[in-house]
């Protein structure tokens, strides 16, 4: 939820922002140095590249409890301690049976005192983050199913409070379970921490996010879009989201260890796992999701395997929905008659993402929280499912990445190979191309650029995140693309165009399509609920950093001035140069002094907010002042200029007045165009 996709095995805090957040904290302690001292920061693409994958044997074998449990015995020990991750659990499900569940490292390292604790595969409970998403979309099709819900229905007609409209066009529940609303990303009250159980219309109906897209048009990935799906089957059932699902779908599943509640009932408590940044810390507190439906789950391995199951419809497996209402869950849910172009990725199906490899059909849906990673996977035409959770975020905080996909792909290459692969792991051919080459360089020149991501703010301060984490797509000379960082990686990949406006990544699986209108990309999906989407040339990295460093650094050089200049005249016994009025010269220093103090606190409350700490809204409003102030400033600086030229004081004094003024304009244009000053402040 905090997600990855939340999802995928590469991404993304099941639930805190994605993994495009974190690369921004990793940007975010440069920018504070860069207010105060006016150094360049690096990109997001520059950033310490996290390890490689790790590596997982390949080859074709039989699906048998015997050969799964050698296999990941032999991953997955050794790599948890090197990644610094304490423990995790798998289970596959194949054939309508649970084929192993296997447990690893430790549910309680001892780090805090006691005994350290081993996880047991059948008892330790883990937070499985956004594959939570995956109960709220069944919850859903069960009301469809029944005829409480419609899929294409404006979801106003289910609802007791408004929702937040820009566009005319209806929201349905397929946008909600599609990530298609065209809600803007809220950070604020994703995760906390505490005793208080979350009343989930008060989370939804007090102060949400703000619609920035047309419904059905831009996939963005959102966490509140998923809890309000989950606040409709509360309303329309008449009981609480985490009654009704307890009821519904882990009652006729036989999930007797799982429950939504916050904080966990007594009779579960002690079978849960701690949660650990890296295994050497101590560990975290029990995680309160604010948006319960997106993320909120907590279970047992023995319990995702039942699931999975009942999902798949398997003979003697829960009976949860109708093996059609299956069928459509797992289906893409959504055409080109709103995406356009963008329906030639993969898409979303309902509530599951489209993860297909080697030609075998895989759907599934990962999650973070700050410390739990996990993720969820199944082929319905084979009938088998694989599930994955770990206990901590490693030692590099990216670590669950590579581990996750080489248990996820590794899994796959080793059992459901490509059909015409000669050996397990082989990747599937790329479709044949209809592109040639030269209309190939032509779409390429025409996609470079730099791009920001759908899932983001466009209300208020985390607007910044823009800068702090785009993405570069750069043409080669041959046609392909190259995109720093690659969709759903860390780091940079090459694509190279399949058929027009679909590029595929070389040597690998990953397809992403572009939506092209009036000659430019307007938009870049992949992964299903992730699109790029253009990024204003003055937000280029390249561009705002050295900006606002170099007029922090003026202003700062201009604030230490004046008093030296004060005390200089003062031994002297010099008089101000005439014209230099004293009242428009303090206004001045006030205001080259405010803007470095907001450019410095800004930075500090980004790096906050996306801590996922809570930053009051008197300290966000102070701040706003301070930056107003700043702001301001400009026509006091600007009569110093007046005054410097008309009496003459010399090019050293104009210049140095000039300076200041296009160093205060430069810093309020960012203000107001990174949403600085914005009215909202809700994040």
Known sequence: MFSTHDHTPTERPGGAPPRRARRALATLGVLTALALAGAPAATAAEQPTPPPPVSAPSGEHDLVASDVDAWLDGLLPAALESAGIAGGVVTVVDDGEILTTRGYGHADTGTTGGDAVP????????????????????????????????????????LDFDVPRRFDDPITLRNLLTHTAGFEERVGGLIGFGDQPVVLRDVLAQDPPEQVYAPGTVPAYSNYGNALAGYVVERVSGVPFEEYVERNIFEPAGMTSSTF?????????????????????APGQFEIVGTAPAGSLTSSAPDMARFMLAQLGAPGAGPILEPGTLDLMHAPALDESTLGGLAAAPRMALGFFDESRNGHTIVGHGGDTQFFHSHLQLYPDEGTGIFISLNSSGTDGFATVPLREAVLQGFTDRYFPADDAGSAGAVTPAPGTTVDQDTAREHAALAEGTYVSSRGVQSNFLTVLDVLSPTQLTARADGRLLITPGPGAVTPALYEEVEPWVWREVDGQRTLAMRVADGQVEAIVYEGAFTLLPGAPERAPGVVLPVLGVSALILLVAAVAWPVGAIRRRVRKESLPQGTGRVTRILTKVAAIATVLALAGWAITVQTVMGLQEVPEASLRQLQVVQALGALGIIPAVLQVVGAVRHRHGWRRVAGTVLVVLALAAAAWYAVDLRLLAPSVSY
Do not use: H, I, W
């Open 119 to 158: 996880v047991d595969a059948e008892t330790t409970l883990f937070r499985p983050g956004s594959v939570s998403k995956l109960f709220t979309a069944t919850a859903v099709m069960q009301l469809v199913e029944s005829g409480d819900l419609d899929l294409d229905t404006d979801v106003a007609e289910y």
């Open 261 to 281: 509640v916050q904080p966990l009932p007594g009779e579960l408590t002690d079978r849960m796992s701690q949660g650990y940044t890296s295994s050497d810390a």
